[in-house]
């Protein structure tokens, strides 16, 4: 493959910010622009890919992260505002190589098809749960509304809601 | 109830492509990130119907990072302005002439970072005249409605 010609100048230094970022535990700092959306901190600067972008307008809940704990959806906040700040995305949930329940519960309660909607729904679910333990299938409705899914179906999705409390009540 | 071998029909079958989607290792297309890739950012038509005058990219052609402003003008030249759809009908790739509905792509830039494309698309001067609109069907089959396909004139 040739590499594609780009032009001669490059991009002019917009004024830059430092930024120091807990992310999945870890602290990553970089300059950038303050006008960065948080999820673009985190999908181009530190390349997790695993939050993504659905619809770019606040709507569908695919780039939803927690910033100290609490859903936010990172394509409506600015990487500045988690400065110092803690924030869990979908690469973070496994730890050590062991799968969070809400993630094995995903995957045994068939509650993902093409997985594009999966990181947001089960970050938002485990700080639903985290609240409230023992929620009715409405409450898990409920909880997961700011998530849309285009193909699984919440059925499956509200199963694995449902599985993944049954084993963290047992762990706790 | 004595287990049946599991031949693929009438079990749940464990999906083997979840390991990755839910670790967030999918690899999606806005996943993919390319030696030299460029992004593209699509300016759009602010009315339903109006005719293009003029589309000048001198502006949005000169900030660094940027790579190519595209225009309807520049399809046309290279005979790719419109497009077949899959009901047999055409489209306009970007608008030529004109825009017939809001949110028309009317042109693109191409940059080495979507920042900058977007960024960019505030620099294209569009020199529109606002034409009638149609939006319900019954103005549409008014006898004095607006035409908006008018390169279907004569064709229905």
Not at chain 1, 1 to 28: C, D, K
Not at chain 1, 62 to 79: E, H, M, Q, Y
Not at chain 1, 113 to 141: K, S, V
Not at chain 2, 85 to 94: K, P
Request: aromatic fraction near 4%.
């Amino acid at each position: 493959m040739t590499e594609t010609t780009i032009s001669s100048g490059t991009a002019a230094a917009p004024a830059r910010t430092p930024l120091t970022v807990t992310v999945n535990g870890e602290a990553r700092s970089a300059e950038v622009e303050p006008r960065l959306l948080l999820v673009h901190f985190l999908r181009q600067t530190l390349a997790l890919t695993g939050t993504h972008v659905g619809c770019d307008t606040t709507s569908c809940g695919a780039c939803t992260v927690l910033l100290d704990g609490v859903p936010v959806k990172s394509c409506t906040v600015l990487a500045v505002q988690a400065q110092g700040r803690n924030v869990q995305t979908v690469e973070g949930l496994a730890v050590g190589g062991q799968l969070h329940p809400i993630q094995e519960a995903f995957h045994q309660d068939h509650g993902l098809q093409c997985g594009y909607c999966t990181p947001g729904m089960m970050l938002t679910a485990t700080a639903f749960l985290a609240e409230n333990p023992q929620p009715t299938d409405e409450e898990i409705r409920w909880a997961l509304s700011g998530n849309v899914c285009r193909c699984t179906g919440y059925q499956n999705i509200v199963k694995a809601v449902q599985s993944a409390a049954a084993v963290l009540r047992e762990r706790s | 109830m004595a287990a049946t071998p599991v031949r693929g029909l009438g079990h749940s079958v464990e999906r083997k492509e979840d390991a990755r989607f839910i670790r967030g290792k999918g690899t999606y297309v806005d996943d993919v990130v390319l030696p030299g890739m460029l992004h593209m950012e699509l300016l759009r038509s602010p009315y339903a119907h109006a005719r293009i005058r003029s589309v000048d990219t001198t502006r949005a052609a000169a900030p660094p990072g940027v790579v190519a402003v595209v225009t309807g003008e520049l399809m046309v030249q290279h005979n790719l302005a419109w497009m077949p759809t899959l009901s047999g009908d055409t489209q306009a790739v970007l608008a030529t002439d004109k825009v017939r509905f809001q949110g028309q792509e009317v042109a693109a830039v191409i940059a080495e970072d979507p920042y900058i494309a977007k960024d960019a698309l505030e620099l294209i001067d569009v020199d529109y005249e606002p034409l009638g609109a149609v939006t319900t069907p019954q103005q549409a089959i008014a006898p004095d409605a607006p035409l908006i396909r008018d390169e279907k004139e004569g064709q229905t």
